[in-house]
């Protein structure tokens, strides 16, 4: 079987290695020169353990290879970029999605699967996708077979989870159903879940929906927290010993391209009925706000000036900064006046220092964003050549406080409560 995947990104690299390794005929295609001489050279230009490995071993058996043009194949699989659109709900833009689609259709032969991997609205696979390809000449579900398959992966873990998560199989009709599971059973161990496209898009919108709501749920309860001075930490921890409760953890935001931005798809379809996955939205969206200005208040207390924000990332032990939460916290604190921000991520090289010992050299407060494992013990030389050595752990990750004067989550900022506010 002939594979071709368009897009080589977080999701459609991994994705087509992992046909690779399982004996099929790859072509890896994306619009970026850059990426494709990297790939076809051997390196990975996204940080997933396991992946370069993985790469060099299918370069090997001459199975896999990237371009920038399409040509026929077997299968087609979309995993493209969907950010949101400029607009009110800030709904899906599924311009590269169609570009994709375009890009593949001149190419299609009887008997050829489309599948769609990218998040995407409810009812993009059989309202836009389906009659792009009919306009063609193909009927779907009898010469083409059009499925939208969604991933359910973590980040970190992408090579493991795509072999043994449970996978949805959304086919436009039952027969779209069954060749999308026979194309995924090449390497799937977990269950393959029979579904329409449009429950498929739907239910991949909602896993991240309902992530962000519990989320944002900690962090209301965070403010709560913070105003009746109650250890929100604390609480989380007790309730979570209910055998039917299981609150999330706070932090200072969302990011990445699932649940920063997937809720919206929601809400574009239906703004009057999703009323929770608006508010849920605002507060995780007013995070960053809420950390800057308890931020401010612990440099008030101690006298600080300069501030070292550790970790830009989105999550821990990658280098994907999309819609990373860090990313207006930063620019948000070097808007003020008076403060000196420093940025260290060992994973990111967009970051102004390069070690931590430079980070943090006369610095008043690390600013914890991201819960890199370097993060989680942070070395005493290190601490030693802060000035104030106060440390801010909104991720809750740094496992030892010592050698720090000062040590604040956000369980215990309810002690800040009485010092002025920006």
Do not use: W
């Amino acid at each position: 079987m002939k594979i071709l995947t368009v897009g080589l990104g977080y999701i459609g690299l991994p994705t087509a290695i992992t046909f690779a390794l399982h004996g099929q005929e790859v072509v890896g295609v994306d619009k970026n020169q850059y990426v494709v001489e990297t790939l076809n050279d051997g390196k990975v230009h996204i940080e997933e353990p396991l992946l370069p490995e993985a790469l060099e071993e299918v370069l090997i058996r001459k199975n896999f290879k990237a371009q920038m043009n399409i040509e026929p194949a077997d299968v087609f699989i979309v995993a493209v970029p969907t950010p949101n659109c400029d607009d009110e709900y800030k709904g899906c833009d599924l311009t590269y999605v169609v570009d994709a689609v375009k890009s593949v259709v001149p190419h299609l032969e009887t008997g050829n699967t489309v599948i769609i991997e990218s998040t995407i609205s409810p009812r993009t696979t059989e309202d836009v996708i389906k009659p792009m390809i009919e306009k063609a000449g193909f009927e779907v579900g009898k010469d083409i077979f059009l499925v939208h398959c969604p991933e359910r992966v973590l980040p970190g873990q992408v090579l493991h989870e795509l072999i043994f998560n449970n996978r949805i199989i959304g086919g436009v009709t039952p027969a779209c159903t069954e060749k999308g599971k026979e194309i995924y059973d090449v390497f799937v161990q977990g269950k393959l879940i029979e579904a329409t496209a449009s429950a498929a898009e739907l239910s991949k919108l909602m896993e991240n929906t309902y992530r962000d709501v519990n989320i944002a749920l900690a962090n209301e309860l965070v403010q709560i927290g913070a105003k009746l001075d109650i250890d929100a930490l604390e609480v989380i921890d007790m309730a979570n010993q209910h055998p039917r409760v299981n609150i999330h953890q706070p932090g200072p935001g969302v990011g990445g391209h699932c649940l920063a931005v997937d809720p919206y798809f929601i809400v574009a379809k239906a703004p009057e009925e999703a009323q929770l996955i608006q508010r849920a939205r605002k507060v995780n969206s007013q995070m960053p706000n809420f950390i800057v200005e308890q931020a401010a208040k612990i440099l008030e207390e101690h006298d600080g000036k300069i501030i070292t924000v550790l970790g830009l990332a989105y999550k821990g032990n990658i280098d994907d900064m999309r819609e990373s939460p860090a990313i207006p916290i930063v620019n948000q604190l070097r808007s003020m006046s008076g403060y000196e921000v420093r940025t260290y991520d060992p994973h990111v090289a967009e970051a102004d220092t390069d070690t931590l010992l430079e980070a943090l050299e006369d610095s008043d407060m690390a600013l914890v964003l991201c819960d890199h494992d370097e993060f989680k013990t942070l070395p005493e030389e290190a601490v030693d050549v802060m000035k104030n050595r106060v440390l801010f752990d909104t991720k809750n990750c740094v496992v030892s406080d010592a050698p720090f004067k000062e040590h604040y989550t956000l369980g215990n900022i309810s002690a800040l409560k009485n010092v002025e506010r920006v």
